[in-house]
């Protein structure tokens, strides 16, 4: 099973943006989803997009981050901007575990993780 590749992570000052890519080994039209993780803490569903392209996000998130994919060359982006401290963490991306008509954000209902690209954002 190959695993997805997350990247565009980096460092940024508070206020600045990231466009991160997630390259997949499978079709990326069904349901997906963004994830990150910081240190000491659960990893969290940041947005996730279902197969009618209907996205959902994280409160912390809405009205900065928005998710998109291209399903020609099978990946999935993850647009960041005004980006604040607290969003600094690992980010994951990954496909939903069944084939289903929606998507949520919840970590167990999804599979093969890819390593992840790491977010840092400072003041």
């Known amino acids: 099973q190959v695993h997805p590749v997350e990247s565009g992570g980096g460092s940024v000052q508070a206020g600045g943006s990231l466009r991160l890519s997630c390259a997949a080994s499978?079709?990326?039209?069904?349901?997906m989803g963004w994830f990150r993780q910081a240190p000491g803490k659960e990893r969290e569903g940041v947005a996730c997009i279902d197969g009618r392209d209907r996205t959902d996000y994280a409160d912390s998130v809405k009205g900065r981050f928005t998710i998109s994919r291209d399903n020609v060359k099978r990946i999935l982006y993850l647009q960041m901007d005004n980006l604040k401290l607290g969003d600094t963490a690992m980010y994951y991306c990954?496909?939903?575990?069944?084939?289903?008509?929606?998507?949520?954000?919840?970590?167990?209902?999804?599979?093969?993780w890819g390593q992840g690209t790491q977010v840092t954002v400072s003041s």
């Open positions: 499978e079709n990326t039209d069904g349901s």
């Open positions: 990954a496909h939903f575990a069944v084939e289903v008509a929606w998507c949520n954000r919840i970590p167990v209902h999804y599979k093969n």
